[in-house]
């Protein structure tokens, strides 16, 4: 009995000493979990890189508001947001929606459109259509050609309807046709922008404009005549107008002179080809167009192209500046 006794006690020590040797020999689950835990902390990871100062410091101030700990460092390819490993994931979830509640794409502030576009394009074809048959008819025995064409010195010495009449002039039929097409493409956005009656009339002033500007620094003797100048007037003001207007205001510097810098190009493409291109009419036209859409960016309002009354009264103003500009000029031509 005492034997058995004994042997049971030395079977419990050894059971115990069994135990703490196997305690000792596997690793402490709560010991490696906070040893994880400091490892991390000491772990540092990036959740942006390739920022510009501003940007890294604006998702700064996200992860300060969210007391999330961070560290700003200069990288190979810009600014760098660096965090705890321990907070990557909550860093990462911060920054995450305040990119969705903040997102800015490129084009996502849209033109408001104003109109269809379509009537105003229809005006601008039936008007050079009806030029270009009363010229080569002879409609009424007149003259059509010279009493509108562009004369430099004719324009300077108080003859101001030959800025207008030029536009809706011309002899050959591949000229009509290449501005009719070139005009209907940039007049229909025009209309569809800043209105059938208000887009149009700001084209005619602007190409007017241009042409006078031209006949400043031409020889007197200078003529010319065709729609191209106001074609790069449309153009200019489409640029301009969505320049000015923010379509991208949310982009680099560089996505938002986009589309100066398109019109430049294109009219660097199509406005300097040909041996009878008058280059210094397209140029000005383009300038034109721009200042135009410069001013209607900043002095007419959404809601104010939008009425029906300003568009109306804005095209009626167009077709009568047109038809007193003919009445002048075949009046002077006798």
Known sequence: MLTEMANGADEGRDARAG??????????????????????????????????????????????????????????????????????????????????????????????????????????????????????????????????????????DGEWWRAVTALTLHVELDHLGGNLAFGAFFGYFVGRYLGHGVGWLAVLLAAATGNVLNSLLQSPLHRSIGASTAVFAALGLLAAYTWRRGFLRDTPWRARIAPIAAALGLLAFTGTAGDNTDLGAHLFGFVGGIVFGVLLAQVAPVAWLQRARVQQLCGAAAALLLAVAWAAGLRAAG
């Not at 601008?124 to 059509?144: E, I, K």
């Open 19 to 156: 135990a703490t040797q196997a305690r000792a020999g596997v690793p402490d689950v709560e010991q490696h979990a906070e040893q994880l835990r400091r490892s991390a902390a000491d772990q540092w990871v990036t959740v942006a890189i390739g920022l510009t100062e501003a940007r890294v410091n604006e998702l700064a101030l996200v992860l300060t508001a969210r007391s999330v700990p961070f560290q700003r460092q200069p990288g190979r390819r810009g600014w760098e947001l660096w965090v705890p490993l321990a907070h990557a994931p909550a860093a990462a979830s911060e920054l995450t929606l305040y990119a969705h509640e903040n997102a800015r794409q490129i084009g996502t502030k849209p033109l408001e459109q104003v109109g269809a576009g379509k009537a105003g394009v229809a005006w601008y074809v039936a008007t050079l259509l009806a030029v270009f048959f009363a010229l080569h008819s002879r409609l009424f025995a007149r003259d059509w050609l010279g009493a509108g064409r562009l004369e430099a010195g004719s324009l300077l």
